[in-house]
């Protein structure tokens, strides 16, 4: 039987971004499933008393050009946001809703690619508008999911109970009972999920 890797993220996180991108090749190789757990990064700093590294400069700096290293060696692309940071709630939201109606996947994607690609001001209701356009839904549906008062209180549920479990950042996967952090860490996601 295959095993799970729940995958905990905020598109706001460029090494969220960096480990995403590495999750489809973790599934063919290992056949696990992928859960995406959709976290409001902010309050997972505060719920777990952890602090943003963007609060101390030089290390915001060097993660920023660590983060261009490892796109570039993974052939990724990736470009800072000027943006950065902002805040994803409403976006955030959307993933929850998208998962309830369906397949989050698509907004999931387009919401990374806009973020660290695109370099999209993602706190923006135009780049909102423009996600919407780009995964082929209604406006009125995007809204309707940001602004569903259940859908928020899942997100938050989401983050309370990362923080519960002892995440205190972004990316973070569990697999089974063990729980890893930071993108360079996905080789042994991999691993124990293989195992």
Not at 85 to 111: E, H, S
Not at 143 to 167: C, F, M, P, Q
């Amino acid at each position: 039987m295959a095993k799970t890797v729940e995958f905990l993220f905020d598109v706001v996180s460029p090494t969220a971004y960096l480990a995403w991108t590495a999750l489809d090749g973790l599934k063919a190789r290992t056949g696990a499933e992928i859960v995406m757990t959709p976290i409001l990064l902010g309050g997972l700093f505060k719920a777990s008393g952890n602090a943003s590294p963007v609060e101390t400069p030089a290390k915001s700096a060097y993660i920023m050009a660590d983060c261009v290293r490892v796109a570039n060696k993974r052939a990724v692309p990736f470009n800072p946001n000027p943006h950065f940071p902002l805040n994803t709630m409403m976006v955030m939201r959307a993933i929850v809703g998208a998962a309830r109606a369906g397949d989050p996947g698509p907004l999931i994607a387009a919401a990374f690619k806009a973020m660290w690609v695109d370099q999209a001001k993602l706190d923006d209701p135009n780049a909102l508008e423009q996600l919407a356009e780009t995964i082929g839904v209604r406006v009125g549906t995007l809204a309707g999911w940001i602004g569903d008062d259940s859908v928020k209180a899942e997100l938050r549920h989401n983050t309370d109970e990362a923080a519960r479990r002892g995440a205190f950042g972004a990316p973070t996967c569990f697999v089974g009972g063990d729980m890893f952090f930071g993108q360079d860490r996905m080789e042994w996601v991999e691993e124990a999920a293989a195992n």
